[in-house]
C-alpha cells in the first residue's frame, strides 16, 4: 500500500496535558505501593518453626492420600483413570481380583512418584470413586528418591493423618 493511498486512515496522537507529560503521577503511585506494602500485613514465616497457613486447605493441592471407605478398605477399584489423566505419568498401578464382592477389581500396587508429580489435580478430579484426593500438607522432604515414592500404604497412612481435618470430598459435598 501507498502511503497517500484513501483507504488509510491516520490517527494523531493526543494533546498530553502537564500531568501526562510529567513523571509526578508514576513516582506518587510507585510510592504508594511501596508503603502499602511496607505498612501492610507481613507474609514472611518463619519456616519449620513456625507453620505457614493454609487460607482454604479444602482446595490445596498438597500431599496425595487414598481414601478408605465404611468398611476401612481402600476405596480405589484399579480403573486406571487417575493414571490415564496424569500428564506427569507418576502414577502406576498394578490391578488385582477383588476378595470384595461389591467391585472386580482393587489396586493390588497403587505407587505415585511425588517428585515427578507436578500437583495439578488431574487425578482427583478424573477419579470416579473419589478415592485419591490432594491433601493440605504441604512439608513434603525426603532424604532420597525411593522415599519419595508413596506406595499404598504410605498413602493410606496419609488418610490416617488427615481424615480428621480434611474429610473426604464425597462427605463434604
Not at 108 to 127: H, K
Not at 135 to 145: C, E, I, P, Q
Amino acid at each position: 500500500m501507498h502511503p497517500q493511498d484513501d483507504r488509510i486512515r491516520w490517527i494523531k496522537s493526543p494533546k498530553l496535558g502537564v500531568a501526562g507529560r510529567s513523571y509526578l503521577p508514576l513516582f506518587v503511585q510507585g510510592l504508594t505501593t511501596t508503603l502499602r506494602h511496607l505498612l501492610g500485613r507481613k507474609l514472611t514465616v518463619e519456616s519449620p518453626e513456625e507453620r505457614h497457613e493454609i487460607p482454604d486447605p479444602l482446595i490445596y493441592r498438597g500431599v496425595h492420600r487414598l481414601n478408605r471407605d465404611a468398611q476401612g478398605r481402600i476405596k480405589c477399584v484399579a480403573c486406571f483413570l487417575c493414571a490415564t489423566a496424569c500428564p506427569a505419568h507418576c502414577i502406576d498401578i498394578v490391578a488385582a481380583e477383588s476378595p470384595w464382592p461389591d467391585r472386580e477389581k482393587y489396586p493390588q500396587s497403587f505407587t505415585i512418584d511425588e517428585l515427578r508429580c507436578i500437583f495439578c489435580g488431574m487425578c482427583e478430579e478424573a477419579c470416579p470413586v473419589d478415592a485419591i484426593e490432594l491433601t493440605s500438607l504441604y512439608d513434603l522432604s525426603g532424604k532420597s528418591r525411593e522415599e519419595m515414592i508413596f506406595d499404598k500404604e504410605k498413602l493410606l497412612s496419609v488418610y490416617d493423618q488427615t481424615k480428621d481435618a480434611e474429610p473426604m470430598r464425597s462427605a463434604r459435598a
